[in-house]
DNA sequence: GCTGAAAGTAACCGGGG
DNA sequence: CCCCGGTTACTTTCAGC
C-alpha cells in the first residue's frame, strides 16, 4: 500500500520542502531529471499521501501571537470516555499546535500558541472545565531557538 | 517597521495556510475582494516577513521516521560560552526540528524526530558528546494527535 | 519511462479610473 | 486604492519513441 520512495524522490522532497512555489522545471533542473518524470513522482506521491497540504509558515510575533507554551499533562482518568473527550477537545481548539500522548509518566504534552500569558491562562481555565485533569505543568518558551517542518530525508 | 494586518489580510493568510497552492483568483473570490488588492497584500506581508517559507508538509511514516521525542533538558553550565556551543549542535542537526530556550527549572525542551530508538539513542550520545548536560528525560510520543503548522488567526 | 510539444491557466505588471 | 487587459511563464496532458 505504501508507496516506495527512492533516492530521486527524495531529492525531489527535499525540494519541495525547501521551497514549494519554485517551478517544476526549476526542481527538475536541480535533481538532475526532467518535468514530465518529476511531476509523475510528485503526483504519485500526492496520491499515496507521501506529500501531503501545500501551505505557508507564517510569523507569530507579526500576528501578535508573542507567547509559546509547552504544558505536559499527568491524568488518573484512563478510560476511553475521557480520552475520547479529551482528544476532541484539544484537537478543536485552534491555538493547541501539537498533541501527543506520550510513554511513561506524563500522559500528554501540548504545545500551545497564545497572545498572551493571560490567553494561556483562559486556554487553561476553559481546558480543566471541560475534561478533569490530575496535574498540569506549564513551560514558558523564552526563545524559539529553532522550529523547522522540514524532515530530514538524507 | 512592523506591517500592520488587516481584517482582509488576516482572511487572505488563513487561506494561504490552508492552501498555499490555490490561484490567486480563488483567494480574491473567497476573501470577498479581486486579484490585485489581494496580489498586492500578499507582496506586501511576504517583504515584510508576515509570510515566509512556502513549504510542503511530509507524512514522516512514509519516510521512516517512525519515532518522536521531546526531550526535556537541564544544564548547570549557563555560561555564554556553553549556550553557543549548544545552540550551533541544535541548529545543525535535521533531526531536532524544534528547540525552545524555557523558564524555569527546565531549560530547554526540544523535538526530535528518527526512524527509531536506536536512532534517537545515538543522537543522545553524539549531543552528549559534544556539550555537557547535567540531567536529560526524554518524552516518547506514542501518537500524534494533532500536528499544524496553522496558526490561530481570530 | 523519457522527450518534446501543445493547450490551458495563472502570475505579474503596466495604464487608466 | 482598485479594475482591467496584455504578456510572460508555468502547469498539465499527451502522442511518439
Chains 1, 2 share one sequence.
Request: charged share 30%.
Amino acid at each position: 500500500m505504501t508507496v516506495q520512495i527512492d533516492a530521486m524522490d527524495r531529492k525531489i522532497l527535499q525540494q519541495l520542502q525547501e521551497d514549494a512555489s519554485q517551478s517544476l522545471d526549476d526542481i527538475a533542473r536541480k535533481v538532475g531529471s526532467s518535468k514530465t518524470p518529476v511531476w509523475n513522482r510528485i503526483r504519485k506521491m500526492r496520491e499515496g499521501g507521501v506529500i501531503g497540504q501545500q501551505t505557508v509558515i507564517l510569523d507569530p510575533d507579526a500576528l501578535g501571537l508573542e507567547a509559546c507554551f509547552f504544558v505536559l499533562v499527568r491524568t488518573n482518568a484512563h478510560e476511553a470516555d475521557w480520552q475520547k473527550k479529551f482528544l476532541k477537545a484539544l484537537r478543536s481548539r485552534p491555538e493547541v499546535l501539537e498533541a501527543h500522548r506520550l510513554a511513561g509518566e506524563i500522559d500528554y504534552i501540548l504545545k500551545v500558541r497564545v497572545k498572551n500569558a493571560r490567553a494561556y491562562d483562559e486556554f487553561y481555565q476553559a481546558l480543566i472545565k471541560e475534561v478533569a485533569i490530575y496535574n498540569v505543568t506549564a513551560l514558558l518558551s523564552m526563545e524559539e531557538i529553532k522550529n523547522t517542518t522540514m524532515l530530514p530525508l538524507d
